[in-house]
Nanobody, 114 residues
Framework: QVQVAESGGGLVQPGGSLRLSCVASISSFRFQNMAWFRQDPENQRHLVARIASGGSTNYVDSVKGRFAISRDNAKKTVYLQMNNLKPEDTALYYC????????WGQGTQVTVSS
């Protein structure tokens, strides 16, 4: 069954911003740590940001200071605010738990290009 559904991607120029959303249809959402991943050209998914159930956050170095992960437990939604986007941020973005406990969604494509 569908457990996560990502949205919000698109085409943006370098320096632009996007906000991704992920709705998780799981009853235990507020107890789950959540994360955003992106897929490289070799189809490997790499975690870029995570948020604990209590709200603490972590980022990979390449997105620190530009991306912000947040969550709304009432809406069972996790967000990724992406600012100052760079061409190397181009990827298919997915959400899941950091341990990949959920079925993967379809992802949302982010393309950064002039």
């Amino acid at each position: 069954q569908v457990q996560v559904a990502e949205s919000g991607g698109g085409l943006v120029q370098p320096g632009g911003s996007l906000r991704l959303s992920c709705v998780a249809s799981i009853s235990s959402f507020r107890f789950q740590n959540m994360a955003w991943f992106r897929q490289d050209p070799e189809n490997q998914r790499h975690l870029v940001a995570r948020i604990a159930s209590g709200g603490s956050t972590n980022y990979v170095d390449s997105v620190k200071g530009r991306f912000a992960i947040s969550r709304d437990n009432a809406k069972k939604t996790v967000y990724l605010q992406m600012n100052n986007l760079k061409p190397e941020d181009t990827a298919l973005y997915y959400c899941n738990t950091p341990a990949v406990a959920l079925s993967w969604g379809q992802g949302t494509q982010v393309t950064v290009s002039s």
